[in-house]
């Protein structure tokens, strides 16, 4: 099992331009979600899904939109990048139906918006 | 005020000496987990629970739902344990997949 894998690694963006963060995960984990983790702030929650063809908004979504059309991959979009997206991107999956299973994190992607 | 609270925000440590990070959080949960979040930037779980005590090698990590309030321990602290130590909470209205984090816990344990 790879786990959670997320790509790229690195990204550096102007403003205004668009990309994708990819999320994949080999567990066949219904719930998947965003965060981004800022300097002096905890994790926060930019969108979420409960399933393949079920998303919803978390905490932080505005500039971000997510589909998922598998029960393996959450892309999440950036349609126009500003500097305030700069920051670092989790993408993490567990089990639903259990409030207590664990959260299986990808490596995180750090994009810097200029 | 933040719905969940860390506390110290950054520890120092000596090889060998027992750690204490405490999570106080203010709304009514379905479940504690404490992460651990490497120097290289990944985040692994390291515990879930709604009551009571959970231990897995050095690391104990207790729960006191009346109090709001749950710590972790780390015996006999080591070099490799130095990381930031973070607090999520899962509420227990609505989806308990909205977890809420705490800004997380550095710490630096030396020789």
């Known amino acids: 099992n790879a786990g959670v894998t997320q790509t790229p690694k690195f990204q550096v963006l102007k403003t205004g331009q668009s990309m994708t963060l990819q999320c994949a995960q080999d567990?066949?984990?219904?719930?998947m979600s965003w965060y981004r983790q800022d300097p002096g702030m905890g994790l926060r929650l930019i969108h979420y899904?409960?399933?393949?063809?079920?998303?919803d908004q978390g905490e932080v979504p505005n500039g971000y939109n997510v589909s998922r059309s598998t029960t393996e991959d959450f892309p999440l979009r950036l349609l126009s990048a500003a500097p305030s997206q700069t920051s670092v991107y989790f993408c993490?999956?567990?089990?639903?139906?259990?409030?207590?299973?664990?959260?299986?994190f990808g490596n995180g992607t750090r994009l810097t918006v200029t | 005020k933040n719905e969940v609270e860390q506390s110290p925000q950054n520890l120092t440590a000596q090889e060998g000496e027992f750690i204490t990070i405490n999570c106080s959080y203010s709304v009514g949960i379905s479940a504690l987990h404490w992460l651990q979040q490497h120097p290289g930037g990944g985040i692994v779980s390291l515990f879930m629970l709604s009551s009571g005590k959970k231990k897995h090698g050095r690391l104990i990590a207790t729960i006191n739902i009346q109090e709001k309030h749950s710590s972790l321990h780390i015996t006999a602290s080591h070099p490799r344990d130095s990381a930031v130590y973070i607090c999520?909470?899962?509420?227990?209205?609505?989806?308990?997949?909205?977890?809420?984090f705490g800004t997380g816990t550095r710490l630096q344990v030396t020789l």
């Open positions: 899904s409960v399933g393949a063809g079920i998303t």
């Open positions: 999520a909470v899962g509420p227990n209205t609505g989806t308990a997949s909205k977890l809420t």
């Open positions: 993490a999956s567990r089990v639903m139906g259990q409030n207590n299973s664990p959260l299986h």
């Open positions: 567990m066949n984990h219904e719930y």
